[in-house]
């Protein structure tokens, strides 16, 4: 029995909530945010009275630290932002409590996030004797965790990765973003970059692409994108000789991102207005669709797996793994869109594994790094099933 504090009441939030309330290892749960009401709001939808909730500013120690000597969780589920994931960090060491998120650090002066700051937090977790988990998403997340499993079973040696991730939804409306629209447009306008014979390679945004086929979906095109999973996948599977990320992206997503980037709307340097400092891409989230709300009218699928390339018994195979989910069902169980959902299923799951003691260990920890096998066993049950399609063509 343990007891569980998950930070950040957004789409993701609200997905964890659900999940971690209708799992019995959980014992207690709080649920704690910027803002009180949208914590109560999610508790009172999840409704048992199994959540009570908390006010916190994630963005400051001395309150996290408060907050987790009076409720004593066991393990924390980060899902606030990237910019909080070190503050989070910190109080866990403070006050002896694991942790576990979805998205590595980023500065909020820097659209930049790698994995360097939260691993130089590995000896301190590692003295201290608790376990970060970081990355469990589903991409990151999901994602690792399926390139563990295939090395597992269906490899001697992994050559080559492509991590394949499309969202082929439709919201109805002009433009919208599907999780938090600071993190997501900071994400997907940064250089592409991949990895190739030892090295990283830049590209300019979205320079490389091409029509990838998803299944029940169809063709759609397709971009190289840095993802921050790359970065430790390439460490933990030192054979990848490349690895590489494509998302999917309508003309019409692309054109606005064009747009908003050329008037200076994706801007994260502050700039006066009215005699007050504002920073264009906060006021830009201010005035886009908030993600959670996208999820009643939201139809159609996501798509995101892996494609691999390996050897196993001196032949050569491909493998390719993914799961589809469907925007209007995810919406039903959880009154979210799809988006939210695969990221915060895993989160709850991955949590669990820690909790009943499949994923643990003194130190900082990504999820591929943990065994595949009893995540991708209850995975389908928790809502995600996935599929497996051995030697087809991967088109890459
Ligand atoms: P939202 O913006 O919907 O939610 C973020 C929540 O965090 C909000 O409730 C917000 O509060 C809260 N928050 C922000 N700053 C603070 C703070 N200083 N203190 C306390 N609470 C704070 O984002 P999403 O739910 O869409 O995304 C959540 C996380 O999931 C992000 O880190 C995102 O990068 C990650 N993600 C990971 C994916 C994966 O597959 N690995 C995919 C999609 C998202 P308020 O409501 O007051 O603004």
Redesign the pocket.
């Known amino acids: 029995m343990s007891k569980v504090l998950i930070?950040?009441?957004?789409?993701?939030?609200t997905v964890v909530a659900h999940k971690v309330a209708a799992n019995p290892v959980f014992s207690q749960i709080m649920l704690a945010?910027?803002?009180l009401s949208?914590c109560d709001e999610i508790a009172a939808a999840v409704g048992g009275g199994r959540i009570s909730t908390a006010r916190?500013?994630?963005?400051s120690v001395p309150e996290l630290v408060v907050l987790m000597r009076s409720f004593r969780p066991d393990i924390v589920i980060n899902?606030?932002?990237?910019?909080?994931d070190l503050t989070i960090m910190d109080a866990c060491l403070e006050c002896g409590v694991n942790y576990l998120d979805?998205?590595n650090y980023e500065p909020k002066d820097e659209a930049h996030f790698e994995y360097s700051w939260q691993w130089a937090y590995q000896e301190r977790f590692r003295r201290a004797g608790l376990t970060a988990i970081l990355?469990c998403?589903?991409?990151?997340?999901v994602s690792a965790i399926m390139v563990a499993y295939a090395a597992k079973h269906h490899f001697d040696r992994i050559d080559s990765l492509d991590i394949v991730d499309c969202n082929a939804g439709n919201h109805g409306m002009a433009f919208a973003t599907n999780?938090?629209p600071e993190?997501n447009i900071r994400e997907v306008t940064q250089r592409g970059k991949y990895w190739e014979d030892g090295r990283w390679v830049e590209t300019a945004p979205h320079e490389i692409h091409k029509s990838l086929t998803y299944p029940e979906i169809g063709p759609r095109e397709s971009y190289l994108i840095y993802h921050e999973e790359l970065e430790s996948l390439v460490k933990n599977f030192p054979t990848l000789q490349r690895a590489r990320f494509w998302m999917t992206f309508g003309q019409e997503y692309l054109t606005h991102l064009r747009v908003i980037q050329n008037i200076g709307m994706a801007r994260i340097d502050p700039v006066l207005y009215n005699g007050v400092e504002i920073v264009p891409i906060q006021f830009l989230k201010a005035v886009l669709p908030d993600?959670?709300s996208l999820g009643a009218n939201y139809t159609g699928k996501t798509s995101i797996g892996c494609r691999i390339h390996g050897v196993r018994g001196g032949q050569e195979h491909t493998y390719y793994i993914y799961n589809n989910c469907d925007h209007e069902q995810a919406f039903k169980e959880t009154g979210t869109q799809a988006?939210?959902y695969?990221?915060g299923v895993p989160a709850a799951l991955g949590a669990a594994m820690f909790v009943r003691g499949l994923w643990k260990g003194p130190g900082v920890f990504n999820v591929e790094q943990f065994d595949p096998d009893p995540f991708m066993a209850d995975l389908g049950a928790q809502g995600l099933p996935w599929v497996e399609v051995h030697d087809g063509d991967l088109e890459l």
């Open positions: 930070i950040g009441a957004g789409g993701v939030g945010s910027r803002t949208k916190v500013d994630a963005d899902v606030a932002l990237p910019y909080q979805t998205a990355g998403g589903f991409d990151p997340g999780f938090n993190i993600p959670k988006v939210s695969t990221t």
